[in-house]
């Protein structure tokens, strides 16, 4: 005689339905026009600082020539910062309740600075990076006014902080190029 084991009933075998809470409302005093501008901009922001990051972390293990040790570990504390900025500013846009984008393919989309391929001489990395961190300024530079309408000081003291840094580091490579 065979045993048989009966089937659960339909309704047990069935997935459950997971439940999302609903998003709670975000009330920090900026509205969700605002936010959503501020969070966009930002996107853009994190979109140059990750495709700056990539370039000097390329130029890092790339780079070659009488300047190699110099260059070499420039662009080692310089790709380090980069990282921890990539962080600080997708946190923000968490924080005004929107996604972070996170991905080559959305980098590349919002970013305004150009990706390097192939060999480039020390000079031209320098070059470029220069270029790379003027973008940033530029871009972090640009959405200000939306920032400042909607009295968002935590995003302004970032924009601040991370425009001050690139203009600082921007100043320090194009020394490098001067004779």
Do not use: C
């Not at 998003?23 to 994190?46: F, H, Q, T, W, Y």
């Not at 662009?75 to 500013?89: G, M, R, S």
């Not at 425009?163 to 004779?179: C, D, G, V």
Request: glycine share 4%; charged share 25%; no cysteine.
């Amino acid at each position: 005689m065979k045993a048989t084991q009966k089937s659960a009933p339909k309704a047990a075998q069935a997935k459950p339905q997971l439940m999302k809470a609903p998003a709670m409302k975000i009330n920090i005093g900026i509205d969700d026009k605002d936010r959503k501008k501020i969070a966009d901009g930002l996107s853009r922001v994190l979109a140059d600082t990750y495709t700056l990051y990539l370039k000097t972390h390329n130029f890092h293990w790339n780079v070659t020539g009488p300047m190699f040790q110099t260059l070499h570990l420039m662009f080692e504390t310089q790709y380090n910062e980069l990282a921890l900025a990539v962080d600080l500013i997708a946190e923000r846009i968490r924080a005004l309740g929107h996604r972070a984008p996170a991905t080559y393919a959305e980098f590349s989309e919002l970013s305004s600075i150009e990706e390097t391929m192939g060999d480039v001489s020390a000079e031209d990395m320098i070059r470029l990076l220069v270029e790379g961190q003027e973008a940033v300024v530029r871009t972090a530079r640009s959405i200000f006014p939306a920032v400042e309408k909607a009295s968002d000081e935590p995003t302004a003291d970032l924009l601040t902080q991370r425009m001050q840094t690139h203009e600082k580091t921007a100043w320090m490579l194009r020394s490098m190029l001067e004779s």
